[in-house]
């Protein structure tokens, strides 16, 4: 097993992966710029290397400076959290090549899932159900219309690279096809250094649902799903475990043939598989499969259980989880509020400055993951999210009921918060209902007023 972790993050996930480390009397040494060196993360590990200014490139994705880190503190394995470098090949094969643990699926899996018409070609071979659309990367040569053609309108045209809902535009009819082909290729090449694309079917008012599994090369199970339609410009804002309103032959469906798609790919570590459920037709069909931690797994640990990121580090570090399928149950009901440093009132534009107050709801079924306390300072170069407040009750209608008073208690002076779009969220009829959807928050234009 490993002893000292170094943590290439920063904010709430770095203090959540300190937590698990620390329990399993694993040393920790968290990277920080040098505006967050006296941050919640900073203070919460053991040890802290500043590995460059405020800028990403220069800090948080700087592979060379977070590895010297780890050999010059003495640390056997490198955790990746989300984002930054996390489903970066290269980082993930210097890391290995540097002769330390890496704390995810390795580099070849991470490749594979990352090239999105690849990762689509393997969902189909494993039995995930996909959407229609071009039989993988789109040929500069191919005839596009004849193609999208046999598809069918309205469908996007998807970055092979993207991910996390970047690098895809909508297509409504024929006329937009081929220019919006030329956009996302010019696009996909600038922002992820690849021109691939593909077509895909959109599904309108489609819900967003996903799998957490977890495989240690032998061993592939799955945590149960969660529904994460609550999204803002392809962001998700709000997410809750189960999903609600599936139907069992379809929970079914996702859930083993997404356990199926780890083992073909004799997967090791956590992983989420993404789909677009359909409501009208009762479908689900593949989005993407992310490999590593997901921002919203705190749900799936409140229904199951199950500490995660404890998991991981078990099979990064003895090549073995500690669970079977049958040792997974569910209990209730759960939903996650990021709360983010934005103004609402001003389209969501991120509201940087000193938190000089900050207090958090506390009580059963109450959780608050957050990498900021009084006094931090919102930085204008990261993510604005400050903390994600989590809810578990007995059932849906509790824990949405629970999750409105929760939010009643937050209280934050200094910056503008997303909170009060939360509030509005949870008491709309179409949540309560589960017929809202992935475009939901852009079609309720009063939303974008909330104060």
């Known amino acids: 097993m490993m002893k000292k972790l170094l943590i290439a993050n ?43 200014p405020a800028p990403a490139p220069a800090s948080y994705l700087n592979q060379g400076a977070i590895i010297a880190a780890a050999m010059d503190t003495g640390c056997d394995a490198v955790h990746p959290g989300y984002g930054f470098l996390s489903e970066n090949t290269s980082f993930a094969r210097k890391v290995a090549d540097a002769g330390l643990i890496w704390v995810g699926p390795n580099a070849d899996a991470i490749e594979m899932m990352g090239n999105k018409s690849l990762a689509r070609a393997s969902a189909e071979k494993a039995g995930v159900p996909v959407l229609r659309g071009s039989d993988g990367p789109l040929d500069p040569e191919a005839d ?57 079917r959109f599904v309108e008012h489609a819900r967003h649902v996903e799998v957490q599994i977890l495989g240690d090369g032998t061993n592939f199970i799955h945590l149960g799903d969660r529904d994460c339609s609550m999204q803002r410009r392809s962001q998700k804002v709000l997410e809750e475990a189960p999903a609600p309103d599936l139907p069992e032959s379809v929970r079914e469906t996702i859930r083993q043939s997404s356990v199926e798609l780890a083992r073909q790919c004799g997967y090791q570590g956590a992983g989420t598989v993404e789909f677009l459920y359909d409501p009208q037709n009762h479908e689900a069909a593949f989005i993407e499969m992310n490999t590593r931690i997901q921002v919203e797994h705190p749900i799936t640990e409140q229904i199951t259980g199950v500490d995660l990121v404890r998991e991981q580090l078990l099979i990064a570090g003895t090549g073995s989880m500690s669970l079977k399928q049958e040792d997974i149950t569910f209990t ?68 949405i009921a629970a999750t409105v008073e929760a939010l009643d208690h937050v209280r934050i002076e200094g910056v503008k918060t997303t909170v009060p779009v939360h509030k509005m969220l949870l008491a709309r009829p179409e949540f309560a209902a589960v017929t809202h959807h992935s475009k939901f928050i852009e079609t309720a234009p009063d939303l974008l007023e909330a104060k």
């Open 144 to 200: 596009a219309l004849a193609i999208a053609a046999g598809i069918g309108y309205p469908l996007v045209v998807k970055a092979s690279a993207g991910g996390g809902g970047r690098g895809i535009r909508f297509v409504s009819n024929p006329d937009e096809l081929l220019e919006t082909i030329e956009m996302a290729r010019g696009e996909a090449a600038s922002v992820f250094g690849d021109a691939t694309v593909y077509l895909e």
């Open 332 to 399: 209730g009901h759960a939903i996650e509020c990021r709360i983010n440093a934005e103004d609402p009132g001003n389209n969501f534009f991120p509201s940087p400055g000193r938190l000089d107050v900050i207090e958090w709801p506390t009580g059963d079924g109450i959780r608050v993951d957050t990498g900021v306390d009084a006094g931090s300072v919102v930085s204008p170069f990261y993510d604005s999210m400050l903390a994600k407040l989590i809810v578990h009750a007995a059932d849906r209608d509790s824990a």
């Open 10 to 52: 920063r904010g709430e996930i770095a203090v959540r992966i300190i937590r698990s480390a620390r329990d399993m009397g694993i040393g920790t040494v968290a990277v920080v710029s040098e505006p967050d060196a006296s941050s919640l993360a900073a203070r919460t590990a053991d040890e802290y290397v500043v590995v460059g």
